[in-house]
């Protein structure tokens, strides 16, 4: 009995910890937001960066089944490098598998990205239906807050106050 309540525990804290880093990775106290798109069968999202940060890897899981979907690595345009990120065109990056996106997406993505250099990154979890059903003006991505654009999405980093 005790052992089953420590191992409940264990996962709880588990679950927990992924939750909170992925919707945290940056600052515990103001989550960055992540926007996304859906434009038919095409996925991009946007991650904050400043001018000086850089992708280093992208990762996209079902988060029902925490099963990775895709992750790829090294990007190779300015726009990926920048947080820019168009999923499952792994030609746009060094390293990134599974090619083909799924048939039948599942209802919620989780998406993070960490940045080169760091542990740091931003993320967060998206319902598919809930964004395509949006109608997000070109040019923006849907977020919790509403639509933004990039540089909005860059905004919340207070770049220029970095020193």
């Known amino acids: 009995m005790l052992l089953g309540s420590v191992l409940g525990l264990a996962l709880l804290s588990a679950v927990g910890v992924r939750v909170y880093g992925v919707r945290n990775m940056s600052d515990p106290q103001t989550p960055l937001l992540v926007g996304i798109r859906v434009d038919g069968s095409r996925i991009s999202v946007k991650a904050p960066t400043c001018p000086t940060d850089k992708v280093g890897t992208v990762e996209v899981y079902d988060s029902d089944s925490d099963k990775l979907l895709w992750r790829a690595s090294g990007p190779k ?68 807050d509403g639509p933004k654009t990039a540089a909005q999405l860059d905004a919340q980093l207070k770049c220029g106050d970095r020193t």
């Open 77 to 144: 345009t300015p726009e990926d490098e920048q947080g820019a990120v168009t999923l499952w065109k792994a030609d746009d990056f060094s390293k990134a598998g599974p090619k083909a996106q799924p048939k039948t997406l599942p209802t919620n993505l989780d998406i993070s990205v960490t940045y080169t250099g760091t542990k740091d990154g931003a993320g967060d979890t998206f319902n598919v239906p809930r964004v395509e059903s949006a109608h997000i003006p070109e040019e923006q991505y849907w977020t919790y």
